[in-house]
């Protein structure tokens, strides 16, 4: 999996917890759910901090897009506001 990847699967297995509020029901079994969660959520941070740099020279510039696709920002060109 890629580091957008392990993002959405975290917010997918959280989302299935949570309620209206917001709030994530913890009960019997579902302890594991949320600690792959983590998992993934762990993971995609140490993908995100990877990348250490955001301009189109880059190797890791399609990286870097698809951070800011699951960012909810996408890129949109050098100079150009978001």
């Known amino acids: ?4 990847e392990h993002y959405r699967e975290a917010e997918r297995l959280i989302k299935g ?9 913890v009960e019997d079994g579902n302890e594991q759910v ?31 897009q698809a951070w800011q696709g699951v960012a909810g920002s996408e890129y949109q060109g050098p100079g150009e506001a978001r």
């Open 1 to 4: 999996m890629t580091g957008p």
């Open 34 to 64: 949320i600690a792959l969660a983590q998992v993934h959520a762990t993971l995609a941070q140490a993908a995100a901090t990877a990348l250490i740099d955001e301009t189109p020279r880059s190797d890791c510039f399609s990286n870097y």
């Open 17 to 25: 917890l949570t309620t209206d509020t917001g709030a994530v029901y």
